[in-house]
């Protein structure tokens, strides 16, 4: 069974990396689109922070 966990292929805090890891995606393709959804509505960054705590490490 997958589990959503924190990458140790790391760019910030391993976030968008273990998004993609789970979905079986490009980390770049990730970080983009959390970067625009950011911009665009700008509680990205509050996401990706509860995403930081919440996600347990590999």
Partial sequence: MKR???SSD???LGVCGGIADYFDLDPNIIRLLWVIFSL???SG???Y???AL???SK
């Fill in 45 to 47: 960054v509050l996401a």
């Fill in 40 to 42: 665009l509505g700008g």
């Fill in 49 to 51: 922070i509860i995403a």
């Fill in 10 to 12: 790391r760019r910030l």
């Fill in 54 to 56: 919440i996600m347990p």
């Fill in 4 to 6: 959503l966990v924190k």
